[in-house]
């Protein structure tokens, strides 16, 4: 009895820290963090999209335009304007550049771009208490959060593939995640999907030395 108390108390302490204030579902934040660390939420399966005349209605890009926020969150709770240089690499510590509604609100869409909730780049530094090896404490990603099922994004000339990683619902609306680095379901090999996530550290600090915080870029979402 005592080893079931100490086991639920150690797992509790654990979930705490990627907890937000509320205890209902996850915010796209955290489900994003869990999702850098390999864990993965349920997705749900692509539906047939609405025909009109016999063609895909859905098959034209959505085009718009991004005006990227940058800012620091620790804990996925507490955020601090972005200075360029991180003060503190101790602990977790995350650094995003895009734009996301909430939890953290940051940059913003054009009206043509309905659906998206967010749609960022994340640098995360010590993610783990201890690491599995170093290049799992630098990771880096992008994830879009959209009512709409798409398969990549080009950002100002540049594509990205996007793999759908999970899902929510809101007021009746089904979101999906994505990511531009996945974990294979199949076949998951955690070893290689850390080092592709430091390894697109390369692309994230492209974005973020290429466009300034406050500056807006064409944006597409290629269905």
């Given at each position: ?24 579902a ?25 025909k ?45 550049a ?20 967010s ?72 070893p ?32």
């Open positions: 009895m005592l080893k079931n108390h100490a086991l639920s108390a150690a797992l509790i302490s654990l979930a705490l820290p990627l907890m937000a204030v509320g205890a209902d996850p915010s796209e934040l955290e489900r994003h963090i869990s999702y850098m660390k390999g864990v993965t939420g349920p997705v749900v399966p692509a539906r047939q999209q609405a009109l005349f016999g063609r895909q209605a859905s098959t034209t890009p959505l085009s718009g335009t991004l005006t990227a926020g940058k800012l620091i969150t620790y804990d996925a709770v507490n955020y601090t304007a972005y200075n360029e240089e991180p003060t503190d690499t101790t602990t977790f510590n995350m650094v995003m895009g734009y996301s509604s909430s939890g953290p609100a940051l940059g913003s869409l054009s009206p043509e771009l309905t659906g998206v909730t749609v960022a780049f994340a640098r995360v530094v010590k993610l783990f208490n201890t690491a599995p090896f170093p290049e799992a404490d630098l990771m880096c990603n992008l994830f879009l959060t959209s009512a709409n099922l798409v398969q990549g994004l080009n950002i100002d000339g540049t594509y990205l593939a996007l793999t759908q990683i999970g899902s929510s619902v809101k007021s009746g609306t089904t979101y999906y995640d994505y990511a531009a680095v996945a974990l294979d379901k199949v076949s998951p090999d955690y290689q999907y850390f080092l592709d996530e430091h390894a697109f550290c390369s692309t994230f600090e492209s974005f973020n030395s290429t466009y300034p915080n406050g500056s807006t870029m064409p944006l597409t979402l290629i269905p």
